[in-house]
């Protein structure tokens, strides 16, 4: 029997799996969570240098703070020992490695330790081998991190992907004896500073059932594509014959099975050739032998008989936009050469690739519009609008099923506030405030270089709409607040009732169970505890059968158990929204959410973070955001519904997980570890103790300030340096001009 024994912090793992204070015989299922430290910290986590990862904590992780115990690479941390360094006040500050206090689900939280404060922390433990082995380690930080085993680094991640278990999982190899461990872990803000870390025998259980997830999710990346790469173009006559992108990953997962599959042309007819040109949609419709059904679909285009595009000589031309390194003038010298290599690689990425397809058919489709441009006439719309129907038709779905989503309804009464000018004074913000604020935002973008725009109002009157470095008007990537817009636009099918916060996904969707313990639900979707991770994975909101993929790795899904920041869980609320409204989730942004409340600078590619909207139009959502539901003469939803789109903690539904969430909503208040990093007033918030909205990995801000009745926004595509610094000092300038 083998036995890992962690002698640092008086941790024991038995065979290789149980926890405890003895080694005592192992009779019970264990988990091999690592629940007993040594730690040291907290040290200072400062902004990241130019080069470094841009604009983010990362200089903690960069930096040795050991080295008075001889450096990362050979520290042992005791309890007891101490590392002195220069204090906030600039004085001599002694810190003393402590036993850490670990959470009930295997949680190291700093945060618990330290208190606030954005910093950096060690915790350390020596692990016991009676033989040379490999072990398996399964890893998760909502942060970046390191892990050392004996003086090497084993693990490093600079950008956080998510404080899951298992986010990461690799071998640690043990030699006889005692073994260090070094862990290292730098916060990036956000709602926690905590790790978890788990080791087990290679054959043990959970690392059988590990190794399947990730069979399972291999299998979800895979592809088909026509077995002539050439053929997604194709002439009138016989289909092209399909394949997987790696048929031995798909044999390993689920051996083999027959390939079947549907073909529907442009009219949703299912013919057995391709009688004229045009688009057609290949589903794959097939059973393997365990019984798991796989759905996928793809767009192709048949040419006219005779037309051979790569014989024409196509010629086309690009424009690259700010920050390319091409001299737009030198290419233009060279036009004559460069266009018609760039018209070759273009069609060849129309018979050579999915997208290039859909673009492909688009284009045979295009009529002269006789009227304004609409996001409407997109080609990936117009593809995502044909493919619902074929699925809405194969599942057995039409216009009875479901009760059709009616726009925002026009309201009795007064109009509810829309964003206007207005003097600042009805405003309730000092005139010399506004200077102070434009002031403010000179220097940051002087400091940075960044460009940016801002909106500030109040009472619906806005005091300040500028830009720095940019036109006030462009559209810039709002990142994560696409999850605010995506849980705003669900808003209006649970304000219709045609689908409730609890309901499970299967029953609107098949391949997914509507009781027992792999039930996902519509919550579970916009809360972050689907067990899925990523974002745009497998296609995104453009992959017609998105669900299907998912539901194919239910197996390694544990809904409800964890809290795990992703993007897919809102992709799979998107379909269900398309099967009920029998529109595209990019027609639905645009009749029933973008188009009523005045925005036309639409895009969205990706439902957890793909939008791009302007500064003014960011604004709107806010005011929307603070009149629960309402803007101008548009009800989009109710206020008991604005109520369910409220942060609140997840504890409420799932016990065990400790976070706050809304639907695609979180509070904004100035968050814990920033009392601290940047000297605040514990007593006081910097806006009000009421602020709800999200905030963008490009930098971009969505703030609705209920107790000041204040819209704050920014658009911009990239945080830059020192960003959270120059945040609060935006919102301590902006707090400080209002009067009343």
């Known amino acids: 029997m083998k036995r890992i024994v962690c002698i640092g912090a008086m941790v024991l793992l038995v065979a290789g799996l149980q926890i405890g204070a003895s080694a005592q015989p192992v009779t019970a299922i264990p988990d091999g969570f690592i629940r007993q430290w040594v730690v040291l910290g907290p040290f200072p986590n400062p902004f990241a240098e130019e080069g470094q ?29 101490s590392v002195t360094r220069t204090g906030p006040d ?44 490999t072990v ?36 640690v190899h043990l030699k006889p004896g005692a073994n260090r461990v070094l862990v290292k872990v730098a916060d990036w803000g956000g709602m926690a500073w905590e790790c978890v870390m788990e080791l087990y025998r290679e054959d043990a259980p959970i690392v059988v059932h590990r190794r399947r997830a990730e069979a399972l999710r291999a299998f979800q990346d895979r592809e088909l594509k026509p077995a002539n790469p050439w053929e997604f173009m194709f002439p009138p006559g016989k289909f092209p014959d399909l394949q997987w992108d790696r048929p031995d990953i798909v044999e390993k997962v689920w051996g083999t099975f027959p390939l079947t599959v549907r073909w529907f042309n442009a009219e949703l007819e299912e013919v057995a050739t391709a009688g004229k040109p045009g688009r057609y949609a290949a589903v794959v419709d097939s059973v393997t032998s365990a019984g798991e059904h796989i759905r996928r679909g793809l767009t192709f285009y048949c040419h006219p008989d005779g037309w051979q595009p790569w014989d024409a000589r196509s010629r086309a031309w690009l424009e690259f936009g700010k920050g390319s390194p091409f001299d737009t003038a030198a290419l233009k010298e060279r036009a004559l050469l460069l266009e018609p290599i760039l018209g070759d690689y273009f069609v060849r990425s129309l018979a050579m690739l999915p997208q290039g397809a859909i673009l492909a058919a688009g284009m045979a489709e295009t009529k002269p519009l006789n009227r304004e441009l609409s996001p409407m006439d997109s080609p990936l719309i117009a593809n995502d609008e044909f493919h619902l129907a074929i699925k809405r038709k194969l599942l057995g779905v039409d216009q009875a099923s479901y009760q059709s989503l009616t726009l925002p309804k026009r309201i009795d009464g007064p109009p509810a506030p829309t964003l206007h000018s207005g003097r600042p004074e009805d405003a309730g913000v000092a005139p010399a405030g506004i200077d102070a604020i434009r002031r403010e935002c000179q220097r940051w973008y002087d400091e940075t270089k960044e460009p940016f725009a801002v909106l500030l109002a109040r009472h619906s009157i806005v005091f300040l709409h500028e830009s720095f470095g940019m036109e006030k008007e462009r559209p810039t990537s709002v990142a994560s607040i696409t999850k605010a817009l995506t849980g705003l636009m669900f808003a209006q099918f649970l304000d219709q009732r045609l689908i409730s916060l609890d309901d499970p996904v299967g029953k609107f969707l098949p391949g997914f169970p509507t009781q027992g313990g792999k039930t996902l639900t519509l919550r579970h979707c916009f809360t972050h505890t689907s067990g899925l991770s990523g974002h745009g994975e497998w296609g995104g909101m453009h992959n017609p059968w998105l669900d299907s993929v998912i539901a194919n790795g239910l197996e390694y899904l544990e809904p409800g158990t964890e809290w795990g920041y992703t993007g897919m869980g809102f992709e799979l609320g998107g379909k269900v929204m398309e099967i009920v409204a029998g529109k595209s989730i990019g027609r639905l942004f645009y009749e029933h959410f973008f188009g009523p409340l005045g925005i036309r600078t639409f895009y969205v590619e990706d439902l957890g973070g793909g939008a791009r909207l302007n500064v003014e139009e960011l604004g709107r959502v806010a005011q929307l955001l603070l009149n629960r539901g309402v803007y101008g003469d548009r009800q989009f939803f109710s206020p008991q519904t604005f109520e369910l789109l409220k942060p609140q903690p997840l504890t409420n539904f799932y016990p065990g997980v400790d976070h706050q969430y809304g639907i695609g909503l979180c509070w904004r208040n100035v968050e814990p570890w920033m009392v601290e990093q940047f000297a605040l007033d514990k007593t006081k918030s910097i806006l009000g103790k009421n602020v709800i909205g999200h905030d963008g990995a490009s930098g971009a801000i969505l703030r609705a300030d209920f107790d000041n009745d204040l819209v704050v926004v920014q658009a911009r595509d990239h945080p830059a340096a020192n960003y959270d610094a120059h945040l609060i000092r935006f919102l301590e300038v902006t707090s400080s001009a209002l009067t009343k």
Request: hydrophobic share 35%.
């Open 53 to 81: 990862v841009d604009g983010q904590h990362t200089n903690g992780l960069f930096t040795d703070f050991l080295t008075e115990l001889g450096g990362e690479a050979v520290a042992t941390i005791s309890e007891g020992a």
């Open 90 to 133: 600039g004085q001599p500050q002694t810190l003393r490695a402590v036993p850490a206090t670990i959470k009930d689900n295997g949680y190291l939280d700093f945060r618990r330790l330290y208190g606030t404060g954005v910093g950096t922390a060690y915790a350390c433990c020596l692990i016991q081998s009676d033989a040379e082995q």
């Open 136 to 171: 398996w380690c399964g890893f998760g930080a909502n942060d970046s991190a390191r892990i050392w085993v004996n003086g090497e680094m084993i693990h490093s991640q600079p950008y956080p992907p998510s404080n899951k278990r298992w986010t990461d999982e690799f071998p």
